[in-house]
Nanobody, 122 residues
């Protein structure tokens, strides 16, 4: 069964950090690009970043560029999203997803996790 599971979300103060994990089962992440998206209440799903399956190149959207870093550990079949200098407007459910393309378009992603809540508040 193809499955993605996010973890690492929680409550953090403004300026704090979190590391989200995306664990895959049922398929090898080596062959897929992995993207991270977020969705705040009442807003559309927004792309945050993706990492390619060939070469491990990364792309970061303007919303969090300079504050997030993507990495992948193919041996563990896991991708990490390190988030620093978090702001209240970063509060959202964060999802990881897999695709065979280098893209930030949600419709191009085939597999999705259930999401993990990130809340930034004092």
């Amino acid at each position: 069964q193809t499955k993605l599971v996010e973890s690492g979300g929680g409550l953090v103060h403004p300026g704090g950090s979190l590391r989200l994990s995306c664990d895959a089962s049922g398929f090898l992440m080596d062959y897929f690009a992995i993207g991270w998206f977020r969705q705040a209440p009442g807003k559309e799903r927004e792309g945050v970043a993706y990492i390619t399956h060939v070469g491990g190149s990364t792309f970061y959207s303007d919303s969090m560029k300079g504050r997030v870093t993507l990495s992948r550990d193919n041996a563990k079949n896991t991708v990490y999203l390190q988030m620093n200098s978090l702001k209240p407007e970063d509060t959202a459910v964060y999802f990881c997803a897999a695709t065979n393309m280098a893209t930030m378009a949600p419709d191009d992603y085939h597999y999705w996790g259930q999401g993990t809540q990130v809340t930034v508040s004092s």
